[in-house]
């Protein structure tokens, strides 16, 4: 399956270069996925995309899924997200997630923001 080119055009927007492993190995899967993921969702909605980035970001804390929320806050930091709003977005999941949870992430936005001289 090919990704139509909307959901190519958004993807390159947050992830240039990018080469997806899963598009050797789960070909049909990642097609499915990146067309309703960057093109699909984005027809419902008035958010910009530093504010989807935001949500997002927001989401994979909730959901505890650290190797994603790498990969999209490096692609939040590339459109304009700050710094500061990466650790706010981390810190307010606190009291809804527990800190035990957070931990991780508040390591992970540190060691990305260390690495990208943002600091």
């Known amino acids: 399956m090919t990704v139509n080119k909307t959901a190519q055009k958004n993807q390159n927007l947050l992830f ?3 080469k997806s492993l899963l598009k050797d190995t789960n070909h049909e ?3 499915l996925f990146d067309d309703f993921a960057f093109d ?4 419902y909605t008035k958010l910009t995309i530093k504010q989807r980035m935001k949500v997002t970001l ?6 505890e899924c650290v190797n994603e929320y790498k990969m999209m806050l490096h692609a939040a930091l590339s ?3 700050t710094p500061i709003e990466a650790k706010e977005i981390v810190y307010r999941a606190v009291p809804y997630v527990g800190l035990g ?13 260390l690495e990208r001289s943002m600091f």
């Open 40 to 43: 699909e969702v984005l027809q």
């Open 79 to 81: 459109i304009g997200v």
């Open 58 to 63: 927001a989401a994979l804390v909730t959901m």
């Open 101 to 113: 949870k957070v931990f991780d992430f508040s390591q992970v936005t540190n060691d990305i923001l």
């Open 16 to 18: 240039p270069n990018h």
């Open 29 to 31: 899967f990642i097609g």
